[in-house]
């Protein structure tokens, strides 16, 4: 809707200045034919009010074009940037919504067999929600906020289970630097979607968060069946590189790693 009203005021204003530039040109030639001399100096013989008039609008016009221009990059860098947040709070929209889905019929099932244990994952999944939905908009949040929710959604899933998995997190926060919120989540997810949840026995994921002065270091390692490697790099990856191209650039490391049947996923951000 935009471009084509821009491309109209582009056409406008250079018309204008085409124009504009043209007069200097046109009075000159008017001054050979009619003068019949070999060379005329711009605005020779023109009463001094005329010539600083003419001089004052050229002067204008120049201020004018040049605010124009200023202007002009100024929507398109806002655009941009529009279109960033704007495909960013489409990306995030992503992130949990299956997993939410799927707990929901979990609880479903709990509430005439385990009331309690139904409860316990109700207020877990309402804490999960309340900050993906009012953290998960803001720019930048605490790492330790983030650590919190990933704790959360361990608890949740040790909940869910019926078989014993061996899943632990361990953090050093040095300093508590603000990231992108919800980014580790997708990498953790990834450890249960493909891992842990296709493994019969001996399931188990290890996490590791540090923050230190200038880096957010985040790592999980866990095991998984080979078979379902294909299906590791899936949207939720896609949607976290894409994050973290546009939030990031240059300023992160991603690493997905296998050998054997243990997958390691390493996330650095350089803060």
């Known amino acids: 809707m935009n471009l084509p009203i821009s491309r109209r005021k582009l056409r406008v204003f250079g018309v204008v200045a085409i124009g504009t530039a043209l007069i200097p040109i046109l009075i000159t030639m008017f001054e050979l034919i009619t003068t019949e001399r070999q060379s005329v100096v711009f605005l020779e013989g023109y009463p001094t009010p005329v010539s600083i008039l003419i001089l004052a609008y050229y002067l204008v016009l ?51 067999t385990d009331t309690e244990k139904a409860k316990k994952l109700i207020l877990t999944l309402s804490d999960m929600m309340r900050y993906s939905i009012y953290e998960g908009e803001k720019d930048t949040v605490l790492i330790s906020a983030e650590i919190t929710y990933l704790q959360k959604y361990i608890e949740l899933h040790k909940m869910r289970y019926h078989k014993a998995i061996n899943v632990t997190l361990d953090a050093e926060i040095v300093v508590d630097h603000e990231v992108m919120p919800l980014l580790f989540i997708i990498l953790l997810e990834n450890a249960f979607k493909h891992g842990i949840e296709n493994m019969r026995n001996g399931a188990y994921a290890t996490i590791h968060v540090e923050s230190n002065q200038d880096q957010v270091i985040f790592t999980v390692v866990n095991n998984f069946d080979p078979s379902t490697l294909n299906e590791v790099d899936g ?23 296998h050998s054997g049947d243990v997958y390691r996923a390493s996330l650095i951000l350089q803060v």
């Open 235 to 257: 949207i939720g990856l896609k949607n976290l590189k894409r994050r973290l191209e546009i939030v990031y650039p240059d300023r992160h490391t991603l690493s997905l790693t």
């Open 62 to 112: 120049i201020i004018a074009g040049i605010a124009w221009f200023i202007y002009q990059m100024i929507s398109f860098f806002r655009l941009k940037t529009e279109k960033k947040k704007t495909e960013l709070l489409h990306l995030k929209s992503q992130v949990n919504p299956h997993f939410f889905f799927n707990t929901l019929n979990n609880i479903y099932g709990l509430i005439e």
